[in-house]
């Protein structure tokens, strides 16, 4: 019904119609004409023009009051069928202009007075109907107020959730800028390491061939780990921010992973590393996003929950690598929200290389974040 508001304007219409036809024969009245198929028909006629109350509501009230005022003059019963220019008014006040309001009101009032007023008691007919019509009126502009301060809300509120999708979208994109730079740093390295040994072979190709066939192999190994980073950046780098020259340092890696812990403790936070299995040495674009997420995951606790514990978990398996941060929560602790830019540049990292993240409080207290990340995906052809 709510879908389908004509429907039960028009429920209520046929309710209406025949509730009116039908009560002079409960409540007769001595000064009244006996209800007959005219009754019906200017019942029907007062009455069902509400199914159009929304989208037509003045010419609706008035047919409407048109139709009532015939039905009173041929002396039909006295005082009904008057609730279908009642509800008219209201009608015009919630859907229609307020120019209108005023006129509709004097019609309504008229309209009123003449289905009310017995044999002299014009004033009292006049009194009673003024007070039913203005409550209709004050009511209805109350509603109307009601009704434009919902749909105000409504569309700040589709406002507030298109500049949240916005502020997501910039966020991922700026991550990925951030990966994308980092990655360049990784592709350049193997691209040195490639023009060296390159230089190297060719200078011992004559005096040294197994020198020479032992560069080949390398370059092999490093152009092809090379071609595999800058598929990952081509995939993450979706715009160029022209004219910035913001200078980076080199890109961290899981060797830095002590350091971190270190500056960690040293900001309040008391960290401890467990690392459970042994696995294959990790290319660099994977030691770098693997050492992002437990940075940002760290800095999250920092932020929401200063002063508590955080454990640091790497855990290998045959060809997977699980990264955790646990943390044993505080007082104060508040979790972040599933939209912050922190969740969103660990998942960034995470899917680069075909793995999964999930975050959240722990029934015990606390918060968790575990990303695992697919070994085949961002291994070394070097390790061991």
Not at 167 to 193: K, N, Y
Request: proline letters at 5%; hydrophobic letters at 45%; aromatic letters at 6%.
């Amino acid at each position: 019904m709510r879908d389908r508001p004509t429907l039960l304007d028009g429920a209520v219409a046929l309710a209406l119609t025949f509730g009116s036809w039908l009560w002079p024969l409960v409540e007769p009245h001595p000064l009244d004409r006996a209800p007959d198929g005219w009754a019906l028909f200017l019942c029907a006629l007062v009455n069902m023009p509400l199914t159009f109350r929304r989208r037509l509501p003045v010419a609706m009230l008035v047919v409407s009051c048109a139709a009532a005022f015939v039905y009173h003059r041929l002396g039909f019963h006295y005082g009904a069928n008057s609730m279908g220019p009642l509800l008219g008014l209201y009608s015009v006040v919630v859907h229609g202009s307020r120019r209108a309001a005023l006129p509709a009101g004097v019609l309504v009032l008229a309209e009123w007075v003449h289905a009310n007023m017995l044999p002299k008691q014009i004033w009292g007919s006049l009194w009673y109907s003024l007070v039913v019509v203005s409550w209709t009126v004050l009511f209805a502009a109350g509603m109307r107020t009601l009704k434009l301060r919902n749909a105000e809300l409504a569309d700040l509120a589709g406002l507030l959730r298109r500049e949240k999708a916005v502020a997501a979208r910039q966020a991922a994109t700026e991550e990925r800028v951030r990966i994308a730079r980092e990655l360049h740093d990784v592709v350049a390295h193997h691209m040195s390491v490639v023009s060296v040994q390159a230089g190297l072979g060719r200078y011992v190709l004559r005096s040294d061939p197994d020198t020479a066939l032992d560069t080949l192999d390398t370059i092999a190994r490093t152009s092809g780990e090379a071609l595999a980073e800058m598929r990952r950046l081509l995939s993450v780098l979706r715009i160029e921010r022209d004219g910035d020259a913001e200078p980076y340092t080199s890109a961290p890696s899981l060797a830095d992973l002590e350091g971190l812990l270190r500056r960690m403790s040293a900001a309040g936070v008391r960290t401890e590393l467990e690392v459970r299995g042994r696995g294959p040495e990790l290319s660099p674009g994977m030691s770098l996003s693997v050492y992002r997420v437990l940075q940002e995951a760290l800095t999250n606790v920092i932020k929401h929950a200063p002063g508590a514990r955080a454990w640091v978990t790497l855990e290998y398996t045959a060809d997977t690598l699980t990264a955790s941060v646990r943390n044993s929560g505080s007082p104060g602790a508040r979790p972040p929200g599933p939209d912050g830019h922190g969740l969103i540049g660990m998942g960034e990292r995470v899917r680069l290389y075909q793995g999964s993240l999930s975050a959240g409080p722990l029934r015990q207290g606390g918060f968790l974040v575990r990303a695992q990340f697919r070994l085949a995906a961002g291994t070394s052809c070097e390790g061991g």
